[in-house]
């Protein structure tokens, strides 16, 4: 399993968020840079965000998920073009980090 995981639901609708691009940034001394991304498959998830095996080192991470283009194909307004979720990473454990989802409100935990 990879380091770092997501679930994306649309609580509007009780459903995984398929297609839905999210970035993986690590905060440095010069701002925050990308070391991956993907996209949501059609359960919501991206298992594979950081290659199986490989662990980040502690520091604190961001993962923005591109919402718009998601809710913009359904053809529903949203508050929301992006959201980002920002998180300190701690140790070698598995980290979660899922959203639940919709067009004006948005919450977030760590998850298992």
């Known amino acids: 399993m990879s380091h770092i995981t997501t679930h994306v639901l649309d609580t509007s609708i009780g459903k995984p968020a398929k297609g839905i691009e999210i970035k993986l940034h690590r905060n440095e001394n010069s701002g925050w840079h990308e070391i991956a991304k993907g996209v949501s498959d059609i359960d919501g998830r991206i298992s594979d965000l950081i290659e ?20 913009r194909q359904k053809k529903i307004k949203s508050l929301y073009p992006y959201i980002e979720i920002i998180f300190m990473i701690e140790d070698e454990e598995h980290y979660h980090i899922p959203l639940l989802l919709s067009p004006f409100g948005y919450s977030t935990y760590r998850g298992s």
Do not use: A, P
């Open 52 to 71: 199986i095996g490989k662990t980040l080192d502690k520091g604190i991470y961001k993962m923005e998920f591109r919402v718009d283009n998601y809710f």
